[in-house]
């Protein structure tokens, strides 16, 4: 009986999280891009304990994590060595697809327990945004114009990712750095990963945050701040993050920044709320049969 009552609140849980995104992704014009919780394990995942992937055996393999949410879909594929989604280097490519955006990204990366290093280049071709007219600030009119030319650009993007785990959760952190390329000289344009608009080159993320873990279920909150020193602009971010694993290979996360402070006025569209959905995890090699639900 017991078992039968996990079983349920988990697929209720799966139905709450799932349904709750559709009121706000209707205020929100972005969607999605790469600003997601980040590793599994950090964040509102399961931070520095033994899992099911830290118990596997140490080979070449190739990966996948498959993120699915409200309008959008963002599968990754990595090949490297050592144990996958836990503690391995090696190279990995990740589309993003979304109603405002598509971003494909391919890169380097290199793992740990409790840090996660990645770089690699990103290339954006948005359809709802152009590029901009420099302006002191930005108002969601602004952001939404229909004239001017295409947003295409490409990005070098490095990021570290880490956790530190305490008695009852633990911090987590992200500190990344953007160089928006292929932008028109006098121009600025609105970054589909964090939400703002950028000066080319430099973007800044830096982020911090405490999680608590109850058995699968991880509740948290995090702020961070967002620097493009061209426009000499500062973003402040704050929000909520959690993460149900609901099997070794299936979780479901949501992450959602709201801002706080900037002199942007481009209301939730410089916010982050498109990262709601259910990831599924998948690696050659593994001893154990794969099920979605226990």
């Given amino acids: 009986m017991r078992g039968r009552t996990l079983h349920a609140w988990k697929l209720a849980a799966i139905a709450a999280l799932l349904a709750a995104p559709t009121a706000a992704r209707a205020q929100n014009a972005s969607d999605g891009g790469q600003a997601s919780i980040g590793p599994a394990k950090t964040g509102a995942a399961t931070i520095g304990e033994e899992t099911y992937w830290s118990l596997g055996a140490t080979r070449l393999f190739v990966s996948s994590t498959i993120d699915v949410g409200y309008l959008y879909f963002r599968p990754r594929l990595s090949i490297g060595y050592g144990r996958p989604h836990w503690s391995w280097i090696g190279a990995e490519i990740s589309p993003s697809i979304t109603s405002s955006s598509v971003l494909e990204y391919a890169g380097l990366r290199a793992a740990s327990r409790y840090v996660d290093i990645r770089a690699g280049g990103r290339y954006a071709f948005s359809f709802s945004h152009k590029l901009l007219a420099p ?12 004239a001017g030319q295409p947003s295409r650009y490409v990005a070098l993007d490095a990021e570290v990712t880490f956790s530190i785990p305490l008695p009852v959760g633990g911090l987590f952190g992200i500190a990344g750095a953007s160089g928006i390329l292929g932008i028109p000289a ?10 703002t608009v950028v000066k080319p080159a430099l973007l800044a993320r830096q982020r911090l945050g405490y999680a608590f873990t109850f058995r699968d279920l991880t509740i948290g909150a995090f702020g961070e701040v967002i620097e493009n020193p061209g426009r000499n602009l500062t973003t402040v971010r704050v929000g909520p993050t959690a993460g149900l694993q609901i099997s070794d290979h299936l979780d479901l996360f ?37 099920y979605l639900i226990p």
């Fill in 254 to 290: 949501a992450t959602f920044a709201f801002v706080v402070a900037s002199k942007d006025t481009i209301g939730l569209t410089g916010g982050d709320l498109g990262t709601l959905g259910v990831r599924y995890r998948w690696a050659s090699g593994e001893a154990v049969p794969v």
């Fill in 135 to 146: 302006q002191r600030s930005y108002t969601r009119d602004d952001i939404d114009t229909r």
């Fill in 186 to 195: 006098g121009l600025y344009v609105f970054d589909e990963a964090l939400h």
